[in-house]
């Protein structure tokens, strides 16, 4: 189960969740074998927590941000960036936005690192920065309507979900795989998605302040402030009514 778009529509073009995008795709096309093949970008920008703690390839704390483990860890995180990136930047501003993405980059990385400070397996992906998005887009649009695909084996599916309830189901699923995975045990970096989330609604609280806190919630009813998209597709044959 996982999203496919919001009814949110920003107000202005998204540059920065545009230029994001890009990067990751360089990067991505540069490091996979059907690629360019430059594995060294993938094995030395990744994070390692047990290097960092020993003051040693921080750099790897920015450059795991922007490499992937394959297609489907690629294209999953962009179309999350895509769906909630937009409206954030919206409400941030360009380069506000830009710093407040790799903010939520180093506390995921700070999060995975505190988890499992002595890892010595290699960290990538854009997801706990946009695991930030997610947590801001959260606390200012909490009833935003989401359109979830959701598989189950031969049903596929998609229903609308509020905001809250999508992301908070991901949140909770994030958190319940920290604490029920093994550590070191390599696969999904879950206190990277988990402290990126928090990071993220914390460092949007303040603009929800500006615009009012509750009034703003109150004057929007959590929805988004301006119309949303309809996805509906109404028939052109004109509606008769009945005599």
């Known amino acids: 189960m996982f999203p496919i778009r919001d009814h949110n529509p920003s107000e202005r073009t998204p540059y920065v969740t545009i230029g994001l995008?890009?990067?990751?795709?360089?990067?991505?096309?540069?490091?996979?074998?059907?690629?360019?093949?430059?594995?060294?970008?993938?094995?030395?920008?990744?994070?390692?927590?047990?290097?960092?703690?020993q003051g040693d390839m921080m750099w790897g704390l920015l450059t795991h941000m922007f490499l992937h483990a394959g297609l489907m860890h690629f294209a999953g995180n962009m179309l999350f960036l895509w769906i909630f990136g937009d409206n954030l930047e919206d409400q941030l501003g360009h380069l506000p936005f830009l710093g407040f993405y790799l903010i939520c980059g180093l506390a995921a990385a700070a999060g995975q690192i505190s988890a499992e400070p002595g890892s010595t397996i290699p960290m990538v992906g854009a997801s706990g920065a946009i695991a930030g998005v997610m947590g801001g887009y959260l606390l200012l649009f909490p009833r935003a309507r989401v359109?979830?695909?959701?598989?189950?084996?031969?049903?596929?599916?998609?229903?609308?979900?509020?905001?809250?309830?999508?992301?908070?189901?991901?949140?909770?699923?994030q958190l319940m795989g920290g604490y029920t995975t093994p550590g070191d045990s390599g696969g999904v970096a879950y206190w990277a998605h988990s402290g990126g989330f928090v990071a993220g609604a914390l460092l949007t609280l303040p603009v929800l302040l500006r615009k009012g806190g509750s009034r703003f919630w109150s004057r929007t009813d959590g929805h988004p402030p301006h119309d949303p998209i309809d996805y509906g597709h109404r028939s052109r044959v004109p509606q008769i009514p009945r005599r």
């Open 21 to 53: 995008i890009f990067a990751n795709l360089v990067m991505f096309l540069l490091t996979m074998p059907w690629g360019l093949n430059a594995e060294g970008l993938w094995v030395y920008g990744a994070l390692y927590a047990g290097a960092v703690t």
């Open 147 to 173: 359109d979830v695909l959701a598989i189950i084996v031969i049903i596929v599916k998609v229903f609308t979900l509020p905001a809250w309830v999508m992301l908070g189901v991901w949140f909770a699923l």
